[in-house]
């Protein structure tokens, strides 16, 4: 299964958006929408931010969202905040009961 | 609250065996499967396998099939990742986390096993 492709860096200035992709295929993204996204502060666990594509967990801000239109998925975090900087990995169910990862993309807050 | 905790970072030679650990805490530990997740320096996430503590199923990604071993420890609530031969390339950070189900998210982690194999 190959990763699925993120782009290596985003950046943004407080209070604007930034969106991620995610590209995969139909044996993953495309064909299921069991998307998530987790945020990786270097030093602590990966934190679940969006699951089931749109899906955002208790206590997540708004400002995060999911979508999804064929076989790439996207997180858009809004109204950018010096605490987002951080590490972004998606995860998609994949064929075969297993899963696929991201290659990660780096949020820099300018 | 749910929690995995890891055990401490690690530094082996070439060769070496190593057993690593999650221990889960605040929820039923034998209901849930738990993941391993490798992250090699300067690395995205991959997908290593899973484990019922359950029972002690175990799935291996293709990739990591006969490279590394999980086992579990119901009764301590602990899950662990063995090596029986270190290799360099198996420097990485290791993450464990709760999978409750095949088509839900990761939703707990730990916070990371650094393993650093010198050769």
């Known amino acids: 299964q190959s990763a699925l492709t993120q782009p290596r860096s985003v950046s943004g200035s407080p209070g604007q958006s930034v969106t991620i992709s995610c590209t995969g295929t139909s044996s993953d993204v495309g064909g299921y929408d069991y998307v998530s996204w987790y945020q990786y502060h270097p030093g602590n666990a990966p934190k679940l931010i969006i699951s089931d594509v749109t899906e955002r967990p208790s206590g997540v801000p708004d400002r995060f969202s999911g979508s999804k239109s064929g076989n790439t998925a996207s997180l858009t975090i809004s109204g950018l905040q010096a605490d987002d900087e951080a590490d972004y990995y998606c995860c998609s169910y994949a064929d075969s009961d297993s899963v696929v990862f991201g290659g990660g993309t780096k949020v820099t807050v300018l | 609250e749910v929690q995995l905790l890891q055990s401490g970072a690690e530094v082996k030679e070439s060769g070496e065996s190593l057993k690593i650990s999650c221990k889960g805490s605040?929820?039923?530990?034998?209901?849930?499967?738990i993941a391993w997740v490798r992250q090699m320096p300067g690395k995205g996430l991959e997908w290593m396998g899973i484990?019922?503590?359950?029972?002690?199923?175990?799935r291996y990604s293709p990739s990591f099939q006969g490279q590394v071993t999980f086992s579990a420890d119901s009764s301590l609530r602990t899950v662990y990742l063995q090596w029986r031969s270190l290799k360099a390339s198996d420097s990485a950070m290791y993450f464990c986390?709760?999978?409750?189900?095949?088509?839900?998210?990761?939703?707990?982690w730990g916070q990371g096993t650094l393993v650093t194999v010198s050769s």
């Open positions: 484990i019922y503590p359950g029972d002690s199923e175990t």
């Open positions: 605040g929820y039923d530990f034998s209901s849930y499967w």
């Open positions: 986390a709760r999978w409750p189900s095949f088509v839900e998210p990761l939703d707990y």
